[in-house]
C-alpha cells in the first residue's frame, strides 16, 4: 500500500494503476486453482488456468 500511495503522492496515477494490476495478477498466479490440489497447481504450466 505504500508505493501506491507514493506512486499517487507523486501523482504517477498511471505508474500506481500499473503496479496495483500487476500486484493483483501475480497474487492470482500464487494462489492454486484448487486449494486442497496443490500438487497439480505446480505441475501445471504458469498461465494454464487463465481465459
Known amino acids: 500500500m505504500i508505493v ?3 506512486f499517487i503522492s ?3 496515477l498511471k505508474a500506481a ?3 496495483i494490476v500487476y500486484r493483483e495478477q501475480h497474487t492470482r498466479l500464487r494462489r492454486p486453482a484448487h486449494p ?6 505446480i505441475n501445471e504450466p504458469v ?3 487463465e481465459q
Open 4 to 6: 501506491e500511495q507514493s
Open 36 to 41: 486442497g490440489d496443490v500438487e497439480t497447481s
Open 10 to 12: 507523486a501523482n504517477q
Open 47 to 49: 498461465g494454464a488456468g
Open 17 to 19: 494503476r500499473a503496479y
